[in-house]
């Protein structure tokens, strides 16, 4: 098997192969690629070519959706069981919960130093004194980038920071 050949089957398999796999999976060009590449290591070669990538495809994307699915139920779930980090007003005990969505426009719309101490900090657990050293600056200042970022973010929102964490069960 030469790169031509590959090439050449590539070129005349790989959208309809995407088109097939696209029917399952939300992952097509992965899936063709991986079957290309389990081509190259078939011996011997398949006696039809077409109908063994086809096949190969089918499979892969059904287990792409199957590891899909099982991937957002499992993200679901420990988002369901993470504390919220924001609570509503005190005084409108009746209020929406919080939006994800203004959440995170409220997060992109914070100057760069503070959106980047806040993401560091808490989705990437590093210390002040490490998110300082990688922003070249000193953890006090790392520190305030953090707390006016929440400030400004608790603003937009109309939302108090939880004082306490919730005791676990």
Not at 9 to 26: I, K, P, T
Not at 49 to 54: K, N
């Amino acid at each position: 098997m030469d790169s031509e050949w590959l090439g050449g089957l590539v070129d005349r398999y790989a959208a309809a192969l995407e088109l097939y796999a696209r029917q399952w999976c939300d992952v097509p060009e992965d899936v063709v690629q991986e079957a290309f590449l389990k081509l190259v290591a078939q011996r011997p070669l398949p006696d039809h070519l077409a109908a063994w990538l086809f096949r190969v495809v089918r499979n892969g994307a059904l287990n792409a959706a199957v590891a899909a699915t099982r991937r957002r139920r499992h993200e679901a779930e420990a988002a369901g069981e993470a504390p919220n980090w924001f609570q509503t007003d005190a005084e409108n005990p009746g209020s929406a919960p919080l939006d994800a969505e203004a959440a995170s426009s409220a997060l992109a719309s914070l100057p760069l130093e503070q959106r980047e101490t806040i993401v560091a900090h808490l989705w990437g657990g590093l210390t002040f004194e490490q998110i300082g050293e990688l922003s070249e600056c000193s953890a006090s200042t790392a520190h305030r980038h953090y707390v006016a970022g929440l400030s400004a973010i608790r603003e937009r929102l109309g939302v108090t920071c939880r004082k306490s964490r919730p005791t676990q069960t």
